[in-house]
């Protein structure tokens, strides 16, 4: 009784949650979508230039290979962001209007799903009838809660496809670029491999920092890893370079 | 009173829930893993060679700079992609461990903060009252409440980041490999190019559509769409490659 009396009152409830703050972090999207793109362009182009200069390319052709790797991948990760995004909004919108159909036409089966979900917590059907009975009053409440609870689709942001698409490209050139620039001023690309080695350790060390900051991870640890990938990535383009050039 | 009295019923609402099949399409991990490992391998190293062709590179060169590029992607997106299922699974453990603590310190808040998302959907604390006591007395169920509902955290399986991470890896050198096979075969590069990209754009179609079936889309749509980032991101390579080498 007491404690029905605390949750009604809303006041009571509503300074309690001004007061407490949650420190849950959350990166954002456009900062996930730059750290996608970085990650990967920091590190592949860097490994093809590695890889070739270790097979005895020219810096004319490590540049070569170097930029149009970067337009290849950032227009395949940037479009193919953006096709994938648009799929999951349409996905979206037919779930939509699947259970907005079916709360028309089988009402009884949504409520019971209703019942179900809050059922899973232990809840006991006296406690979740009124909430069961609240949502059949209001439709779109209800469908908003079927679609969140049950089956944990969140609406899509229309304009996120395009922003996501054109940070991932954009994130994934400026990454590129970094390992490529010492061959645009070094003819030979054994000399041009080693300023870009440095340059890049350099870039994958402070962007591995930032990312593990963003995330919530341990930043130190964060930077080691992500030099090691690149490491390693080099490493392996460089061996598959010797090999096929025997 | 008579909802409430159906709602209670406990086997008559399991009928309505097994008559009742929802089609509700999920596409699996695993599927939507050899998508992203497929839909960037079968693209640009596929590009890269093509832009590489057309700067009048050799077979040699080409499959040098292809096969170093595709061991170097497998790699980023393996092991980038494991260190980041790592890194949400310790974001889910730190949460939890958060709200745990939160459950005896504050319980006061966090039954605020379940009042607060049921009250989202429009529902009256005196009907929602009755679902929040219950779960002040279970404190697991009270904690997968806060942790689902509020945060949108779902626990992660610790194995998935081992098999996303081996399959985006191998999917990529699969999808990879099928445009660079040609230049194994045919020393010149031009003639090698021609045939990759009837291979490659066979394979994109193929791949386009059953990635719409599998997700939902439309297939024949999902072909043509795939298609057709192939074919931009190798005119662009080659665009680019043909600027580098003036």
């Known amino acids: 009784m007491a404690d029905e009396q605390r949750i009604s009152l809303e006041p009571e409830k509503q300074t309690l949650l001004n007061h407490h703050k949650e420190k849950h972090f959350t990166a954002g999207e ?33 540049l070569t290979a170097g930029i149009a790797e970067v337009a290849a991948g950032a227009i395949s990760m940037g479009l193919g962001g953006y096709l994938a995004a648009k799929s999951e909004a349409d996905h979206y919108k037919r779930e939509l209007k699947r ?13 019971a799903e209703v019942a179900e979900v809050l059922a ?7 406690e979740y009838a009124p909430v069961v009975n609240a949502l059949r009053k209001r439709p779109q409440a209800w469908l908003d809660f079927m679609m969140k609870f049950e089956l944990g689709l969140e609406k899509p942001d229309p304009r996120r496809a395009l922003q996501s698409a054109l940070t991932i490209a954009i994130a994934y050139v400026l990454g590129g670029l970094v390992p490529l620039v010492p061959y645009m001023f070094i003819p030979r690309a054994r000399e041009a491999m080693f300023a870009s080695v440095i340059v890049t350790l350099v870039a994958l060390l402070i962007f591995g920092y930032a990312k593990g900051y963003f995330t919530g991870s341990k930043p130190l640890m964060s930077a080691i890893q992500t030099a090691l990938i690149g490491a390693i990535a080099s490493a392996a383009a460089f061996a598959m370079a010797k090999v096929v050039q025997n």
């Open 30 to 62: 456009i900062v996930r979508d730059i750290i996608i793109g970085v990650s990967d362009g920091l590190t592949v182009p860097f490994a093809l230039a590695a890889g070739l200069s270790g097979a005895n390319a020219t810096s004319s052709i490590v």
């Open 120 to 126: 899973q917590y232990g809840i006991e059907p006296h």
């Open 99 to 111: 259970e907005q159909e079916e709360i028309i036409t089988v009402p009884e089966t949504e409520a």
